[in-house]
């Protein structure tokens, strides 16, 4: 079955610091593959996302490329503000023959210090 | 546009209570989802509805029920509720097949169960 993968947390970084959070995944065939956060308090939102191989996602200064040989999808981000806190999960997609179902990692809490 | 939105926020129930969560959606979507999220675990598929009028289960329906009142709702019930069930609960919707590749999702229900 689909299997997502994700680096256990909490990950604690002093502000500026570079980020990387590692992502894996087990599938059949080519899922989509995305990043959500989740802020403190609210609902998950769409952080990015690649529907092929090699492609590269990116919003608000983070970046994740889907690489097929290597079944990953790590998320990175040059320089991390506290505004950056939150909790993040790694997901793919699998078209099935109704709806469009996500498998979620366990997520991993990032804490962002000055 | 409100998005997502769940009600209620919060609820406590004792053991063996039933309850029913509610979500709307105003996006036009054609798919709903409801998720739980316990730590360390992510999110998990408890039912989801590709379309107006059907309903499937997830990885997780046991204790559940689901009705899609029409486009816009995506109701869970709890007949009859178990500590078990002390989780978060997010509903979310999408569009359906290539379409759909973000799932919008709610603030979330935070249910605890005595």
């Known amino acids: 079955g689909n299997s997502v993968t994700q680096m256990e947390g909490p990950v604690t970084l002093s502000e500026e610091a570079f980020l990387t959070i590692n992502c894996t995944y087990t599938?059949?065939?080519?899922?989509?593959l995305f990043w959500y956060v989740q802020y403190p308090g609210e609902g998950l939102q769409l952080l990015l996302k690649?529907?092929?191989?090699?492609d590269k996602g990116s919003n608000k200064g983070f970046e994740a490329t889907y690489r097929k040989e290597t079944t990953s999808f790590h998320l990175e981000k040059g320089s991390v503000q506290v505004s950056d806190s939150a909790v993040y999960f790694c997901?793919?997609?699998?078209?099935?023959?109704?709806?469009?179902?996500?498998?979620f990692g366990t997520g991993t809490q990032l804490k962002v210090e000055l | 546009n409100a998005g997502v939105t769940q009600t209620p926020k919060f609820q406590v129930l004792k053991t063996g209570q039933s309850m029913t969560l509610q979500c709307a959606q105003d996006?036009?979507?054609?798919?709903m989802y409801w998720y739980r999220q316990d730590p360390g675990m992510g999110l998990r598929l408890i039912y989801y509805?590709?379309?107006?009028?059907?309903?499937d289960k997830g990885e997780v329906p046991n204790g559940y029920n689901v009705s899609r009142l029409n486009k816009r709702e995506f109701s869970l019930r709890l007949e009859s509720a178990a500590p078990s069930q002390t989780s978060v609960y997010f509903c979310?919707?999408?569009?359906?097949?290539?379409?759909?590749?973000?799932?919008?999702f709610g603030p979330g229900t935070r249910l605890t169960v005595l």
């Open positions: 509805s590709a379309s107006e009028g059907t309903t």
């Open positions: 599938a059949t065939g080519y899922p989509s």
């Open positions: 690649a529907t092929k191989a090699d």
């Open positions: 997901a793919l997609r699998r078209l099935t023959g109704g709806g469009n179902k996500l498998t």
């Open positions: 979310a919707s999408s569009l359906t097949g290539d379409q759909g590749n973000e799932q919008f």
């Open positions: 996006m036009n979507h054609n798919s």
